[in-house]
């Protein structure tokens, strides 16, 4: 009998940055990936850390089809962060939205359950501020996960052309350098895939499609 391989979709939770403004999962990176998984056949679950509806940035709406309509669902009733257990999954996979930098970047619950994950030599995948998540996350030497790795995220860039850099309680591609990350920028907006062992990380909403294709490669030669 042939066992399903499961993926954990880890999204933010967060409703609402810290100057009020509203916030959560950015809708492309979470569908387009999500039905790349299904196409595969992949069992998802989704998580957030508390669980319950998983809240969109409304900025994301404007962009979404009809076709999204079942990732949109598999919003409705993500499950507790708590509830995982990491040895069912093959893969975690984190997508943006701003959210992410104000509970994924800080949750000690996050970094053990993606210390798990890289420990067991599993897929550890994250796009946009996805990344955002690898922020804190010490390995059993002591050494950050993103250390010595090949990683790309929304760039410093990026964010001041979007406007946000000020809104932000740090910048990205800062951090992850700091933290002994070597940072892998293209252009602003470009589709952007850097695929380092079992981490996976993509710059930014249009690298969504081709960072869930690099996903189920690394999967499939695993």
Not at 24 to 49: D, H, N, R, S
Not at 51 to 57: A, E, S, T, Y
Not at 171 to 195: M, R
Request: proline share 5%; hydrophobic share 40%; aromatic share 8%.
């Amino acid at each position: 009998m042939e066992t399903i391989i499961a993926i954990l979709i880890l999204v933010t939770g967060a409703t609402h940055m810290k100057n009020g403004e509203q916030t959560g999962v950015w809708l492309e990176e979470f569908a387009l990936p999500y039905m790349q998984f299904q196409k595969e056949g992949y069992a998802i679950t989704v998580a957030t850390i508390n669980g319950g509806k998983v809240p969109i940035d409304p900025r994301s709406l404007e962009a979404q089809k009809p076709e999204w309509k079942e990732a949109i669902n598999a919003l409705e009733n993500a499950t507790p962060l708590k509830k995982i257990d990491v040895n069912r999954y093959a893969a975690v996979y984190m997508p943006g939205g701003h959210g992410t930098m104000f509970d994924l970047a800080e949750d000690k619950q996050v970094k053990t359950t993606l210390a798990a994950f890289a420990e067991a030599q599993k897929v550890v995948s994250a796009v946009c501020h996805g990344p955002a998540a690898l922020v804190d996350v010490k390995l059993k030497d002591g050494t950050y996960l993103v250390e010595g790795k090949k990683v790309t995220s929304f760039t410093n860039d990026e964010e001041k052309a979007a406007g946000f850099t000020e809104k932000m309680p740090f910048l990205l591609e800062s951090k992850l350098k700091e933290q002994g990350a070597s940072f892998v920028a293209q252009p602003n907006w470009s589709n952007h895939v850097i695929v380092d062992g079992n981490l996976i990380t993509g710059q930014n909403p249009q690298s969504s499609e081709a960072l869930a294709k690099a996903i189920i490669k690394k999967i499939k030669t695993k």
